[in-house]
């Protein structure tokens, strides 16, 4: 297990030049913690669910991808990409925590979900829609970018995959997860707000958007790993909300009001402010 504590002074510029969905969820969460990251510099150390993700995401990509070049994809290339994906994410400089899961573990979790039916069966059937930039190309890792009146910076955002529906396009971001999300958690989630509001001001109507999120969790065997897919069915009116939201946090991090919060899920000794604040 490794709980390095890097300090890397400097990387941002500060106040940021931008604002994401991550960088928002974690000043709603913790302000404190999201001072000791984007204003000094402070890293948190990178967990091991975060390594499953951004392989497994990369895995993903990778065949829909294929799909989209009109190839087909085995269980066997796919676990392979989701391999080179993870040696590239442990290559990365930082320790991980990687938990009571442990490294291996969580490294068979992503090998069984590269070979798992539900996941097939999910990649296969996806339907990519063209990237709004460039008709040729799939609509995978869409960058999008949000402007808010009264906010001085972009809310920017990469958009997993945007898929054709009978009635327009679904932008998806993909998780995974040990557990299902509970219900009425895929309306809580930012990501798929500020994806919807950044295609919306840049001109698609809203009624031909909608969203979902599309959770991969893993089983201890193939067969047992399942992918929940869940929609917010997010309105106009939901979308306006958390522009306003976006506009208040930007006014808390003009006013520098940074406030911990000791009942946030990120709040135990990995925090590398632990020391600041117990
Ligand atoms: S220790 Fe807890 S309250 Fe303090 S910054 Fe970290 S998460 Fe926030």
Redesign the pocket.
């Given at each position: 297990m490794t709980t390095d504590r890097s300090v890397k002074e400097g990387k941002r510029p500060y106040p940021p030049e931008h604002l994401s969905s991550s960088s928002v969820g974690l000043l709603t969460?913790?302000s404190?913690?999201w001072e000791?990251k984007y204003r000094r510099g402070l890293e948190e150390t990178r967990s091991g669910a975060l390594i499953l993700g951004s392989a497994f995401d990369s895995a993903v990509e990778w065949a829909l991808r294929e799909r989209w070049d009109g190839r087909w994809f085995t269980t066997e290339q796919l676990a392979s990409r989701f391999g080179a994906a993870w040696d590239a994410q442990l290559q990365r400089p930082g320790g991980v925590e990687w938990g009571t899961r442990g490294q291996q573990p969580t490294f068979d979790d992503g090998l069984a979900l590269c070979q798992a039916p539900a996941t097939l069966a999910a990649l296969r059937g996806a339907q990519l829609a063209p990237h709004p930039d460039n008709i040729d190309a799939p609509a995978l890792q869409v960058e999008v970018k949000l402007a808010v009146p009264g906010v001085s910076v972009p809310i920017i955002g990469f958009i997993d995959a945007i898929l054709k529906t009978p009635t327009g396009i679904s932008v998806v971001d993909f998780k995974t997860a040990r557990r299902a999300w509970a219900k009425g958690r895929e309306r809580k989630e930012l990501q798929a707000r500020i994806y919807l509001a950044a295609l919306w001001q840049r001109g698609e109507p809203f009624p031909r958007l909608t969203s979902a999120y599309w959770i991969f969790l893993p089983g201890a065997t193939p067969e047992a790993c399942r992918v929940q897919r869940l929609e917010p069915g997010l309105t106009e009116r939901d979308i306006l909300l958390s522009v306003d939201m976006l506009r208040r946090a930007w006014r808390q991090i003009e006013a520098g009001t940074f406030v911990?919060?000791?009942h946030?899920f990120?709040?135990?000794e990995l925090?590398?402010?632990?020391h600041?604040?117990?």
């Open positions: 969460d913790c404190k913690l000791a911990g919060n000791p946030s990120r709040c135990n925090c590398p402010c632990w600041e604040c117990f």
